[in-house]
């Protein structure tokens, strides 16, 4: 059988590229389980990470069709997000303006332990950010910039009823109350650099807050689960560089046989924090979010954070021994079990959470890192699975009693079982998976049906495009004993994780259009009545309409060379799936696509002397083509007034 081909020869075969023929399951069978047929629709959103595309493109599973593309923390030119005056304030940080980050891992929101569909976040590892999409819109609704942070790795993953949703520190930084105190030697990283693992509080609209952080040392924090059933109070946190090396990581943090899994008691540090612990300290840091009513986004700079001190609020966090250079950390659907994903470590351990409960109430401690007690390996481990694959990076379940656990130098998948601890199946991917996905398979509830394997490297697997490759993910099959290779399908930007969610729990909350009567933006036009164009000192608003197929005004003169001119356009069509596009010749910025009912606007600063024209971007009808307007630019002194028109045509 081709699963049982030997590791060296998968390492082989991983490192020198294979010939795809010879992992050809796709037999009749496979096609049949993930056809689905024209008009018909998944069963499934495949929530994905963009990576360093900064957005979420959206999958439909099985068929791995790539439905849309939400924009995230990147402009989206397709759409003009981050270009638009209401859509920059989203990309509003204590640093600037960002066009661009590098988004990591979706967690869908959950509801006792459950995704609800209400909502997905996703973090910024660059600049530290966490995004919430509203799934009713598939837009992004708010961001949120963590402070004393850099490299928002481990994140965002959400806590059973949508509680908080939590982040640390990749990268430690120097922290001080006094800010000038920060400049200070990197050799003086023992001393004076440290983390932070931030909870960042989810309202019932979903609106978010910075809670608090909680003080760490200067370790490089990972990746994250939160606890659910026993566990849910907790959450967990992988460490790598315990070593504290800020030079040669590769060799200098990869010394110690074990890191830590830092368990933190967040029911108790919030209880704490409510009842008014800790300090605050300088943390500036933007919120933005997207105003519905008025359709435009908008910021706020929040200066302070609340900061525990660990030493100080003894329980509220432990260290757990881990081997070696941990990566993921995977928490079972029972709560039971904390599997860490040792990427340096020949096994794979599992701690179990009623054995950690067990080690802190007999302070069963092996030390202490700044305040901060380190349990006793042997005396909270449950098992070390044996033979688990090389590199393993992270786990998800099936619900039904079994765990799946990516490995990335072996370039495998190894089911293994959550009651005798052993691996009982394992199949190739092609090649080297990162995460893996199992929707809802970090949830209470796993849908144990397909297994989704995020591979970061595509060599041969597709036609060749040059240097640069889409990246693969490969669809299998886990309902049966034996997993099944069902399909690969490209994915774009680099994909970290993904979440799974059932269609059904989306689909009737879809927004198919904007009310053009709720409709707020201070800048809106609701008829063709209303269109009209103003100018005001140096600045022209053109406030325009689009309806299939004009635009009012079409016919625009009196601007001149220095202008700043905005065209507010706002759709006024009330149907679905009827945008309209505008883009004005020599415009230094993205199109505007608005979706009917909504207003968005343009800026533009017209440069030579001229007629320029204007026109619609998206194929709206058969007249499209006729969707076309002018605009005049005259001299900077020129005495040519403001006028517009539609509809007159010269004798
Ligand atoms: Cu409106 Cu094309």
Redesign the pocket.
């Known amino acids: 059988m081709w699963w049982s081909i030997p590791l060296i020869a998968i390492i082989g075969l991983t490192f020198y590229g294979c010939p795809s023929q010879q992992n050809l399951s796709s037999s009749g069978d496979a096609a049949q389980k993930v056809y689905v047929a024209p008009g018909e629709h998944d069963e499934f959103y495949g929530m994905f990470s963009g990576g360093y595309s900064g957005q979420m493109p959206v999958y439909g599973l099985p068929s791995g069709r790539h439905l849309y593309t939400i924009p995230v923390f990147s402009q989206a030119p397709v759409n003009g997000y981050g270009y638009n005056e209401e859509t920059k304030p989203m990309l509003m940080t204590s640093h600037g303006y960002i066009p661009w980050d590098d988004a990591h891992h979706p967690e869908g929101s959950q509801t006792d332990g459950e995704l609800d569909g209400r909502w997905v976040f996703i973090n910024a590892n660059n600049t530290p950010r966490i995004a919430r999409i509203d799934l009713t819109n598939f837009q992004t609704a708010e961001i949120i910039e963590i402070p004393n942070s850099a490299g928002n790795h481990a994140s965002s993953f959400v806590t059973v009823n949508t509680e908080y949703v939590s982040a640390a520190t990749r990268f430690s930084i120097p922290m001080d109350e006094n800010l000038e105190n920060m400049d200070v030697p990197i050799s003086s990283y023992a001393d004076n650099f440290k983390g932070t693992i931030s909870f960042i509080k989810v309202g019932d609209e979903g609106e978010m807050s910075v809670d608090f952080q909680i003080l760490v040392p200067g370790f490089n924090y990972d990746l994250s689960h939160a606890g659910k059933g026993p566990s849910e109070d907790w959450a967990f946190f992988t460490s790598y560089n315990s070593e504290q090396a800020h030079t040669l990581l590769e060799r200098n943090a990869s010394r110690n046989d074990k890191d830590f899994i830092a368990a933190i008691n967040w029911r108790k540090a919030a209880d704490l924090v409510a009842e008014g612990a800790g300090e605050d300290i300088p943390g500036e840091h933007y919120r933005n979010y997207m105003d519905h009513s008025e359709q435009r986004a908008k910021s706020e700079l929040i200066e302070t954070v609340r900061v525990l001190d660990p030493s100080e609020h003894p329980g509220i966090i432990y260290y757990l021994p881990t081997p070696k250079s941990p990566h993921g950390v995977d928490v079972d659907p029972t709560g039971r079990y904390i599997v860490a994903g040792g990427k340096l470590s020949s096994v794979l351990p599992v701690h179990s959470f009623e054995k950690i409960q067990q080690a802190i109430e007999n302070e069963d401690y092996e030390g202490e890192i700044d305040g901060i007690p380190v349990l006793n390996y042997e005396s909270i481990v449950q098992a070390e699975v044996e033979n688990a694959g090389i590199g393993t990076l992270h786990t998800e379940f099936d619900g039904n009693g079994y765990a799946y656990t990516t490995a990335f130098i072996s370039s495998e998948i190894v089911k293994w079982s959550l009651e005798t601890f052993e691996v009982v199946d394992r199949i190739d991917t092609y090649y080297s998976p990162g995460h893996l996905m199992i929707p809802g398979g970090d949830t209470r509830n796993p849908d144990g049906k397909y297994l989704v394997a995020l591979n970061k490297i595509t060599k041969d697997r597709y036609l060749p495009t040059g240097p640069e490759l889409f990246h693969s993910a490969q669809l299998i099959d886990i309902s049966g004993d034996k997993m099944e290779l069902l399909l690969d399908f490209p994915t774009d930007g680099e994909p970290h994780y993904a979440q799974g969610i059932r269609a059904d729990l989306v689909i009737e909350n879809q927004i198919k259009f904007y009310e053009l009567e709720e409709n707020n933006h201070p800048d809106v036009t609701k008829t063709e009545g209303d269109a009209r164009v103003e100018r005001d000192g140096n600045d022209v608003h053109v406030y325009i309409t ?1 309806i ?2 004009h635009f009012t005004p079409d016919n625009i003169e009196g601007v001149k060379v220095g202008d700043t001119v905005y065209f507010h356009l706002t759709n006024i069509e009330q149907d679905w799936d009827v945008p ?2 505008f883009a004005v010749m020599g415009a230094q910025t993205a199109e505007l696509l608005v979706m009917p009912g909504e207003t968005r606007t343009l800026v533009w600063n017209p440069k030579k002397v001229g007629v320029f024209p204007f026109y ?6 058969a007249l ?1 083509q006729e ?1 076309q307007g002018y605009v005049r630019v005259s001299p900077e002194d020129s005495d040519v007034e403001i006028s517009y028109r539609t509809g007159t045509q010269s004798e």
């Open positions: 689009s299939r197929s309209h596009g619609c971007t998206d194929f709206c009808s499209h969707m």
